[in-house]
C-alpha cells in the first residue's frame, strides 16, 4: 500500500474545492505543514495568512463566513485549542460556516513531543453544539471529506496527522457525514477505529482471523455525529465491542460509542487509545509500541472483550 | 458642516435611549447600565447619521456592518435598533427573559440587525476583519465599525486584530474604542493601564482619531473624517463616561453589571427626564 499523510490529502482537496471562489482559507503560518499552503499558492487572492494568532483567525473566520463565505481555517490540532473559546462563542454558537482543521493530531506527530501530540482535540470539539467533527483514516478520505465539507452549511472540525499512513481507499470512495464504514464484515467482535488506527485495526483482523476470530473492521471518519444505528447493529450481532483511536481514552470516539451502547445495548466493550497520559519524542512507531496504540493491543483488547461477552 | 437641527435631532434620541436603557436594565434587575450609558452618543449617531441599512432586510449585502463587540452594554444597542424598525420597543419588556429576542449579550442568532455574537471581549474585532476582508473580495463598498470598550483592550486578541487589520491594509474598517474609563472592579488605569492607548493604536499602524464620546458634534465630525483612502484602518478614541447622565452612576463600577433598584431607578429616571 502507497503511504501518504492525511494533511496531504487536506492539500490537495483544498486545492480541488478552492475553483469555487466563494472559498477562501486562512492559517496561522503554519500553511505549509498543514498543506493548506497548496490553495494558497494557486488562490493567492483569497488565501490569508493571520501570523501566529488563532485566537484572531477563529474570529476572522467568522467574519467571512458572516459574510457568505466558505471558510476553511487551519493549524495544528494543538493550536487550534489555543483559539477554542473563539471558535465556540463566534463560530459555533451562530452556527457559522467554517471549516477547522487541525493537523499534527495525536501521538503519531512523534519526535516533536508532548506539546504538539494533541490527544483531546475530539473530546472537546465533540462537545460543542451544531460541530461536526471529523477524523479521516487515509489521504483518500481527507480529500474527499474536504470536498464534501465545501459544500456542507455548518462548522465543523477535522483532524488529520503528520505522518504517512497506508492509502486505504480509492478514488471512487465516497465520503457521507455520519456513515461508518464497515471495511471488514466479521461475527465474533467488532472494532469501530478512527484515523490511523483504522490501518492498525484492519492488520489485527488480519492476524486474528490467522487464529480462528473473525472480526469487524468498521472506519468511523465521523465523531459526531456517530453512526448510531451501525453502532447498535453491530453490538447486537456480536456484543463485544472494541474502539481503537490515537486520542485519550476519555472523551473520544470510545466515549462516543459507549454513550450509545449504555443505553442502547450494553455489551463488552474495550477502549484502545491513549491511557490518560501525556506523551513524549520519539518516532510515532515507537510511541504507538510504549503507549499500546498498535494492532497488537487491538488484538489484546478484542480477545478480552470476546471473554467477556454477555452469554 | 453638519446641520445644527440633525445634532439636536441625535441628542434628543440619545436622551430618549438613556430612558429606555435603563427602563430595560431595572425591568430585567439585571444587565450591563455603565456600558450602555457610555456608548449610547455613538451608537445613536451611527444609526441615525452614517450607516447604510434597511431594517426591512437586516441581511441587504452592501448593508455597512456595525460590530458591536461590547455585546454585555447590549440594551444601548437594542434602543438604536428598535427605533430605527428592526423590531418592536415591546421586546423591552422581554430583554434576558426567557423566550424573548433580546439575550442577556447580543447575539445575531436571536435578534435583526444585530451582526455580532457578542459576550466574550476580544473577538468583535476579528470578526469585524473578517467582514471587511469579504467586502474587498466581493467589491463592495460598504464600511465595517466595530464598537470595542478600554477594559477590553486587555484582551491580547484586540492586539492580533490591530495588527492584522494593518497589515491587511483594511481602509473600509473603523474601530471605535468607547474608552468608558471603567470595568468590572474598578479603574481601568488601576488595573491594567492602557496608557498612552492613541500611541498604541497609531504604533500598530492606525489612523487615529480622538473625541468627546458624549459631544454629538465631535461624534458626527469623526465619522465623517473616519474613512480616508490611506490603506490604514482608522479608529476612534472616544473618551467617555461610564454611566454617563445619571449621576449615581458616572464613573461607578458598581454598575457595570447591576440593575438599579426601585428607589435608584426613580433617582435615574428623574435625572434623565430634567
Known sequence: MPEIATRDGYGTGLLKVGKNPNIVALDADLSDSTKSIEFGKAF??????????????????????????????SSFAIF????????????????LNVKLCGSHAGFKTGEDGSSAQCIEDF???????????????????TEKAVEFLASYKGPSYMRTTRAKVPVIFDENYKFELGKGVVLKKGKDAVVFATGPLVHESLKAAEELQKEGINIYVVNIHTIKPIDESLVIKLAKETKAVVSAEDHNIIGGLGSAIAEVLCKNYPAAMEMVGVKDTFGESGTPEELYEKYGLTHKHIIKAVKSAIKRRPK | MVKMDIIQKLESKAKQHRKEIIQMVYDAQSGHPGGSLSAIDIITALYGYKLKFNPKKPDWPDRDRFVYSKGHACPALYAVLADHGYFSKGEFKKFRKLGGMLQGHADRKWTPGVEFSAGSLGQGL???????????????????????GD??????????????????????????????????????????????????????????????????????????????????????????IKGKGVSFMELNEKFHGKAPNDEEYKKAMGELNA
Open chain 1, 80 to 95: 487550534s485549542e489555543r483559539g477554542f473559546e473563539h471558535f465556540r462563542n463566534t463560530v459555533a454558537r451562530p452556527n
Open chain 2, 126 to 148: 476579528g470578526f469585524a476583519i473578517g467582514i471587511a476582508l469579504a467586502g474587498r473580495l466581493d467589491k463592495k463598498n460598504y464600511k465595517v465599525y466595530c464598537m470595542i
Open chain 2, 151 to 240: 477594559g477590553e483592550c486587555e484582551e491580547g486578541a484586540v492586539w492580533e486584530g490591530a495588527m492584522a487589520a494593518a497589515q491587511f491594509k483594511l481602509k473600509n474598517l473603523i474601530a471605535i474604542m468607547d474608552s468608558n474609563k471603567v470595568q468590572q472592579t474598578g479603574k481601568v488605569k488601576d488595573i491594567m493601564n492602557l496608557e498612552p492607548i492613541e500611541a498604541k493604536w497609531k504604533a500598530f499602524g492606525w489612523r487615529t482619531i480622538a473625541i468627546n464620546g458624549h459631544n454629538m458634534k465631535d461624534i458626527v465630525s469623526a465619522l465623517d473624517s473616519a474613512v480616508k483612502d490611506d490603506g490604514r484602518p482608522s479608529i476612534i478614541i472616544a473618551n467617555t
Open chain 1, 123 to 141: 473530546s472537546v470539539y465533540r462537545s460543542l453544539p451544531n460541530v461536526a467533527v471529523i477524523s479521516p483514516a487515509d489521504a483518500v478520505e
Open chain 1, 44 to 73: 493567492p487572492e483569497r488565501f490569508f495568512n493571520v501570523g501566529i494568532a488563532e485566537q484572531n483567525m477563529m474570529s476572522i473566520a467568522a467574519g467571512l463566513a458572516a459574510s457568505g463565505k466558505t471558510v476553511f481555517a
